[in-house]
């Protein structure tokens, strides 16, 4: 069995199917613009990573040009190492505080340290690597972090050959303060969030921000690591040391091997897209609740007023059939009191009883129509009761209207005290026949129903037409707008009538089309 749903809860279906594909879609746009901001801002961190790396190699590249100068010394071509001592000490004055500088012969024993007071011992060269890719290629080396002989302390070192008729003699070797690339960092002003990391050509931090003093000297980051030392430039989700998870995006300098990598918080990028959605979806629920409430208000006050018409269809259908009894009651009183036969009071009080039964079937459906197929048993009940096999009904699902209704009921009853008395109810062999269509005709659909009898007694066409002829034909006409055609068959009587469902200008009709197709 079909269950109907109350009319709250299809208030609320309705708001809530309305509101919530809104909500969806607006979350949709939101996410879809976070991903396009999303790939606007990586491409901006890769910018900035780049210009980044660009700094770096310049603070490179004018530090080697300085060396090359310094190289061509008179003084040390002449191995005059007090004179140079006062160059280089001129030199560092140029630099912030801890750059020193050295010089090592081939072998790699230092000559001269600016860190060390002249005269004291000097050990070797801790880098021997880059001392030999001096010697061997004459070119200017960028070395990885390392940890100084004499400091003590992670160091880089920028080394230019010295070259005396064609031979490399000398490396000499700057070691700027790590703080120089940090300063370099800072110079770019990135949101205190940002992890900004130098790194040399094996993937070590020379200058980082945040936490320098913790992680210089501390390789990338595992998530970080691999691709860093594999690919010149690109964008990838990583994970810092501290273990923030970053979008990161790194270059990698093409002259020094170094790299520079800024990572951005992932939580920073996401934050908008949280923000608006939850400016979304908070917006879209008080939109909800706002509609559910008004539904609930709308559907409670619907609710009383349908209540309240209710009562008022009840209370006019217990004084309709108030007024029918009196009617009954009286009508019967002047029956008995004149001289008429029975028999016009037995037909008076049918017609009652069938106008009775069609308000009753109205009053079923509140007034808003009733089924021709329920109203037609209604009416011809009291003549099928001991025969019912005798009628047959037959036609498509129809709602009446209520005017429609009663009419129909008023001239189908008319027909079966007919049928009753002269036809084929009169016999024991008689049928009848009912059946309805919708027929189009010309765009104005009109209801046809037709009574047929048949295995009734001779049927002779009346001399002059009788009372029931006369009702059921002016009420098609004069209420529904309709035609009742009598046809006084040997076999039977047939009555054809047939009415417009559609009430053009206001004028009666039968009943909608849509509506009537249930």
């Known amino acids: 069995m079909r269950t109907s749903l109350s009319l709250p809860l299809r208030l609320v279906f309705l708001v809530a199917g309305t509101t919530l594909p809104l909500i969806l879609f607006a979350a949709a746009i939101v996410s879809l ?82 860190a060390v007071p002249e005269g004291v011992s000097l050990p070797m060269r801790v880098n021997m690597q880059a001392l030999r890719q001096v010697i061997e290629t004459g070119r200017p080396v960028v070395t990885d972090l390392f940890v100084g002989a004499v400091p003590q302390r992670p160091l880089i070192s920028v080394d230019v050959p010295v070259v005396r008729n064609g031979e490399v003699i000398y490396a000499l070797s700057f070691n700027p303060p790590l703080d120089v690339f940090t300063d370099i960092i800072r110079q770019q002003q990135p949101p205190p969030n940002w992890v900004v990391s130098v790194f040399d050509r094996s993937g070590v931090n020379v200058a980082r921000t945040p936490n320098p003093e913790r992680y210089v000297g501390e390789r990338a980051s595992p998530s970080l690591y691999t691709v860093l030392t594999a690919k010149s430039e690109g964008l990838l989700e990583t994970v810092s040391l501290e273990g923030t998870p970053l979008l990161t995006a790194f270059s990698r300098s093409s002259s020094s091997g170094w790299s520079v990598a800024i990572g951005v918080p992932r939580r920073t990028l996401a934050e908008p897209l949280w923000r608006s959605l939850a400016l979304t979806i908070g917006t879209g629920l008080v ?139 009169a016999t024991p062999d008689g049928r009848i026949a009912i059946d ?80 009537a197709a249930l």
Not at 437 to 466: A, C, H, S
Not at 482 to 508: I, N, Q, Y
């Open 287 to 425: 939109f909800l609740f706002t509609g559910l409430a008004f539904a609930l208000r709308m559907a409670s006050r619907i609710a009383r007023a349908e209540a309240h018409r209710e009562l008022l269809i009840d209370e006019l259908n217990h004084r309709v059939k108030n007024t029918l009894a009196t009617v009954q009651s009286i009508a019967a009183r002047t029956f008995r009191r004149s001289s008429g036969d029975s028999d016009a009071q037995r037909a008076f009080e049918s017609r009652l009883i069938a106008l009775s039964g069609a308000h009753n079937a109205l009053s079923e459906d509140k007034w808003e129509g009733a089924r021709l197929r329920d109203m037609v048993r209604r009416v011809l009940e009291p003549y099928t009761l001991k025969a019912g096999d005798r009628l047959r009904i037959s036609g498509p699902d129809l709602r009446l209207r209520p005017r429609a209704a009663l009419t129909l009921a008023m001239v189908l009853h008319e027909l079966a005290i007919n049928a009753a008395k002269y036809g084929a109810l």
């Open 33 to 114: 613009n976070y991903q396009a901001a999303r790939s606007e801002a990586a491409a901006r961190i890769l910018e900035v990573t780049r210009s980044m790396m660009l700094v770096v190699d310049r603070e490179l590249h004018s530090t080697i040009a300085a060396l090359r100068v310094l190289a061509l010394s008179i003084a040390l071509q002449r191995d005059d190492l007090a004179a140079f001592r006062q160059q280089a000490a001129s030199f560092l004055r140029d630099y912030p505080e801890g750059a020193n500088l050295v010089l090592a012969d081939r072998t790699g024993r230092q000559v001269l340290n600016m």
């Open 436 to 515: 309805w269509t919708i027929l189009d005709e010309n765009n104005d659909p009109r209801l046809q129903l037709t009574w047929r009898e048949t295995g009734g007694p001779p049927v002779e066409p009346p001399e002059r037409k009788g009372f029931g002829s006369v009702l059921i034909e002016r009420s098609i006409k004069q209420e529904l707008n309709g035609t009742a055609e009598l046809l006084f068959d040997r076999s039977g009587l047939t009555c054809t009538m047939k009415v417009p469902l559609a009430a053009p200008h206001g004028e009666p009709g039968a009943g909608e089309p849509k509506a």
